[in-house]
């Protein structure tokens, strides 16, 4: 399993590794030296495998990973009936009704949100590189891309740091990761930039769909929130974590992606994601030619995304998507990549979206899909 230098996601990794035993016990610590403990009843191993889970009906075999010696589904939803609710028992965020002991798939995402946020409110303390300190306020937090704006008062004006465009980033380019790692302050590392749209499902992250910049560069402990530079001294990326496991496997938030969110600030005070409810794959000339192998009746497409998974009862459910679909129009435009269709999505939570797919046979279907806000806790 790989472990990520990611405090927002330590929780859900440490579940993962725990899906063998009983009881789960951690303390975790942040940077600010907040503290907060979790005790955690978890389902054996064992449980889960007798509980009824809808997986895809759409299988891909040997394209998807396997992990060990076990074919689980990457994504899985439960669609037997829950169990019977307490009188005393309290709603959950996602709508439905659990008993307070019943264990769901969000439980821990949610309770780590929950305390995150939690921490992410107030004021801490700001250093700049000359040593001065300030009080800084948090304005804004984000903990799904563990993005915040922090307001600090200066006696004197502060230069800027000038931001460049991620988009324009090649493999190969050079960059600069600034911070202090370890304690150690006004560190300069380089390196270049090894993917530029790293997607957090290849990292093992769950919840909303994520992208980084993947470089080299040597980021530790304390790198989290410096810049990545361009050779212009632009900022293109904002350092976020890295695997413990390798070296020069480092990750950062795009710049285009936290313009966006510090948008967002401005307009609403908070992030707002669409959601559909879809697993999507992205489609290329070498996958086509394999699925049509495999199955003869798979529909005759150059581009597209196919859709391997559709969550019960999610807006896309109700539109009428099926395991096996291959979205090939959306919102009256061609599409060939999930990116495409996240940026067409935008912010258009409670819109009508038409969606032309395409099914075996070629059959060409034309949905109607109304994506609902994404939880936050997730």
Not at 114 to 122: V, Y
Not at 146 to 160: E, T, Y
Not at 177 to 203: E, F, W, Y
Not at 279 to 285: A, E, F, H, R, V
Request: overall charge positive; aromatic content about 4%; glycine content about 8%.
């Amino acid at each position: 399993m790989r472990q990520l230098l990611k405090k927002s996601s330590l929780i859900r990794a440490l579940a993962v590794a725990a899906l063998g035993s009983e009881v789960l016990y951690t303390n975790v610590v942040s940077d600010s030296n907040f503290r907060f403990d979790v005790t955690l009843s978890l389902p054996t191993r064992c449980d889960l495998l007798s509980a009824p889970w809808r997986v895809a009906l759409f299988s891909l075999g040997s394209v998807m990973p396997v992990v060990g010696n076990d074919s689980y589904p990457l994504h899985f939803s439960r669609v037997a009936p829950d169990p019977t609710v307490d009188t005393n028992s309290s709603a959950s965020t996602d709508g439905s009704t659990h008993c307070s002991r019943c264990f769901t798939r969000d439980t821990i995402t949610n309770a780590a949100a929950k305390g995150m946020r939690a921490s992410s409110k107030g004021k801490v303390e700001v250093t700049l590189q000359d040593g001065r300190t300030f009080e800084g306020k948090v304005l804004n937090a984000d903990v799904h891309s563990d993005i915040a704006i922090v307001k600090i008062k200066p006696r004197s004006p502060l230069p800027a740091a000038k931001l460049g465009s991620s988009n324009k980033l090649r493999p190969g380019d050079w960059v600069i990761a600034m911070g202090c790692p370890l304690s150690l302050q006004n560190t300069v590392t380089a390196g270049i930039v090894s993917c530029v749209d790293r997607k957090s499902s290849d990292l093992g992250l769950g919840g909303m769909r994520r992208e980084y910049l993947q470089t080299d560069c040597a980021i530790n402990v304390g790198n989290s929130g410096g810049p990545l530079v361009n050779m212009d001294g632009e900022v293109v990326g904002v350092n976020n974590m890295k695997v413990l496991v390798a070296d020069g496997l480092s990750f950062s938030v795009p710049i285009d992606s936290v313009s966006k969110i510090i948008d967002q600030f401005k307009k609403r005070g908070r992030v707002v994601r669409p959601w559909l409810g879809l697993k999507m794959i992205d489609l290329n000339g070498m996958i086509i030619s394999q699925l049509k192998e495999r199955d003869p009746a798979f529909p005759i497409v150059d581009r597209g995304v196919l859709v391997p998974m559709v969550t019960p009862g999610s807006p896309a459910d109700r539109a009428g998507f099926q395991p096996g679909d291959v979205v090939t129009e959306f919102d009256g435009k061609s599409v060939g990549s999930i990116k495409e269709i996240i940026d067409l999505m935008d912010e258009k939570v409670g819109k009508p979206l038409k969606v032309v797919v395409k099914r075996a046979n070629n059959a060409v279907v034309t949905l109607t899909v109304i994506p609902e806000e994404a939880n936050p806790d997730m």
